[in-house]
């Protein structure tokens, strides 16, 4: 199902582990790492046309330095209906915070809110 | 012949001697008669001579007895006097004439004496009020229907710095803060609405030293009531109050916001430790992935889960933060869907699906409210509880939520038939820090912290346990749809 995937998170060890288990999930996979939530959304706004560029599926992570993803949610609105249509957002978090996962709740846009760590279960779970 | 007819024959010039027999006749007639009025004259003058002599006599008698007896009344009725204004003396006049005299004199006696010691009461009574009017540190005026000072105390002077004498006649409401004119115009028509009512207000008035000062005011309307027949006004001096007040509220405030940011604080520190937690998980998962070892799978495991119970520990030093310093919101819960969640989280997180089964069964005659994190935190640390110490030599390991709901409370079951707790150890449970034994995978803060969480609620927890049978954990909840507290 998924040929792209996008992972947003500041922290270079979740994105490795992110990326080797999409790649264990299905090794055909393309995985687009980003560490700035600003730098997503740059991405998503200049390949906005071109649809093979855009991923499948964002995992997006919450606490992150500069623009958090609450805030990449907010900007993400503003993106053009082709980008959101083709793009499923899944939230990861430590937070047990009950707030943040109703927050999240709140964006239509947003499918899933998922606790890290990630692990193969909850990949499959996932897609 | 008649002296009177001699001179009056001789005025007339008759000569007797010429005169006819019959006229002399006559004359002698005349001389007779003459002479008997003449008598007669003599002797009625001589009795009214008496008569006039015997009257003066009786009259003079007469005044004599008055003066003797109105001197012996008055004399009576001075001694009267004498003897009502004497106390001790009892007075007694054997006369009957006098009997209901003395009756009378003692009865205004008595009377005399209650009228003294009541006029004395009276005065004391006066001076006493009047000295705590005077003397107590509130000021006491009276006003008028048109608001206008009638009567001040002394202790006016101590309250705003002006003498009875410089505000009579003045409006009360004079030198009135802007701020808080409205508020008592307000007050004094509630108070013209209420006679007899005492009613209390709060304002700033400018006091002799151009300062505004905070009084409290207790007026009562007695305007209706004839000797006083105004409005009486108690005056006090709040500023201090008013000082302290604020204080306190500024203190409050800062109280609020410290304990604001060390939420804050705690709650930034416990996800910046756990972070690195979550991404070690990560990696572990990763490599429990891989074609490894049994021993090397092993070796990851015991990584595991030291990892997680230092996780686990950080959460419950946050939600034992939390527990204590958040104000407690209540909200509407569904019960049933909360436990679902709970059970189905720690299931999917713990891996252990196959491993426990759940039943759940909600009887809810009311809707049900309460702070939900709170809730939430407790539930989660006893399913896990329950999840965690199950027991693997039976066939199946179970746990029993059964949930009743009604206006006033919430009673929750949670049954599992897991390992049980020996009975030596069950009083302390709750305590913190307690764990059964060093291979206990919690920190020892989780049932310490459903107690005091529940402490907060106001509700309760009871517990039932057989070593290798199974426990029963009661807890009790108050319904707060009733009391938005």
């Known amino acids: 199902m998924c040929e792209s995937i996008m992972v947003i998170d500041d922290n270079r060890i979740d994105l490795y582990v992110s990326q080797r288990l999409l790649k264990k999930y299905c090794n055909s996979v393309n995985v687009v ?72 709740e709140k964006y239509s846009y947003v499918r899933r809110y998922v606790n890290k760590p990630l692990s193969l279960e909850k990949l499959r779970e996932l897609v | 012949m008649n002296k009177l007819l001699e001179r009056q024959i001789a005025k007339h010039q008759v000569d007797p001697e010429g005169l006819s027999p019959e006229l002399r006749s006559l004359l002698e007639t005349i001389d007779h008669s003459y002479n008997h009025f003449e008598k007669d004259r003599v002797l009625l003058e001589r009795s009214i001579d008496i008569s006039s002599r015997e009257l003066q006599e009786i009259n003079a008698s007469l005044k004599r007895e008055n003066e003797e007896g109105t001197r012996a009344l008055y004399e009576q009725l001075k001694e009267s006097l004498r003897l009502i204004n004497q106390e001790d003396e009892q007075v007694i006049y054997e006369h009957p004439d006098y009997k209901a005299l003395s009756e009378l004199i003692e009865s205004l006696k008595k009377e005399t004496q209650k009228r003294k010691i009541a006029e004395l009461e009276l005065q004391h009574s006066e001076y006493r009020f009047r000295s705590l009017i005077e003397n107590a540190s509130d000021a006491v005026i009276i006003v008028n229907e048109q608001l206008e000072v009638i009567y001040a ?189 709970i059970t189905d989280n720690l299931q999917y997180m713990t891996g252990e699906y196959e491993k426990v089964e759940v039943e759940l069964e909600v009887d809810a005659r009311a809707t049900f409210h309460s702070d939900p994190t709170r809730l939430r935190v407790v539930f989660n640390n006893l399913i896990s509880n329950a999840i965690r110490y199950c027991d693997p030599t039976k066939t199946q390991c179970r746990v029993k939520l059964r949930v009743s709901v009604d206006e006033h409370e919430a009673r929750i079951i949670l049954a599992d038939n897991g390992i049980g707790i020996e009975a030596e150890n069950q009083s302390r449970i709750f305590d913190m820090f307690y764990r059964v034994s060093n291979k206990s995978i919690g920190s020892g803060l989780g049932l310490y912290i459903v107690k005091e969480t529940l402490d907060k609620l106001n509700g309760s927890i009871q517990m039932k346990s057989t070593y290798a049978k199974g426990s029963v954990f009661l807890i009790t909840l108050p319904n707060s749809n009733n009391n938005k507290t």
């Open chain 2, 153 to 341: 105390s002394d202790s006016l002077q101590r309250v705003i710095g002006y003498t009875p004498g410089e505000v009579m006649g003045l409006n009360c409401f004079s030198e009135l803060h802007p701020e808080d004119v409205q508020k008592m115009e307000h007050s004094l028509q509630e108070v013209l609405r209420n006679p007899g009512k005492t009613i209390r207000g709060e304002y700033r008035r400018k006091n002799r030293g151009e300062v505004y000062v905070w009084l409290e005011s207790s007026a009562t309307n007695l305007i209706h009531v004839a000797p006083v027949g105004g409005i009486v006004v108690n005056l006090r001096d709040i500023s201090d109050r008013k000082k302290a007040e604020s204080a306190l509220k500024a203190f409050n405030e800062e109280l609020r916001k410290s304990n604001s940011e060390l939420d804050r604080f705690v709650y930034s520190v416990s996800h910046d430790l756990r972070a690195p937690l979550a991404s070690m998980l990560g990696v572990i998962s990763l490599i429990e992935s891989e074609e490894i070892d049994d021993s090397i799978r092993e070796e990851i495991d015991l990584l595991k889960q030291s990892i997680n119970r230092l996780d686990g520990f950080i959460t419950d030093i946050l939600n034992y933060s939390r527990n204590t310093r958040l104000e407690v919101k209540p909200r509407k819960i569904c019960l049933k869907k909360m436990l679902t969640e």
């Open chain 1, 33 to 104: 790492l980003i560490d700035s939530a600003r730098e997503a959304l740059h991405y998503l706004q200049i390949n906005s046309d071109n649809i093979d560029a855009l991923p499948d599926l964002i995992l997006l992570d919450i606490n992150m330095p500069g623009m958090n993803g609450f805030e990449f949610l907010d900007a993400y609105a503003g993106l053009p209906e082709n980008v959101k249509k083709k793009c499923v957002i899944v939230m990861l978090s430590t937070s047990v915070h009950v707030a943040d996962r109703t927050a999240a």
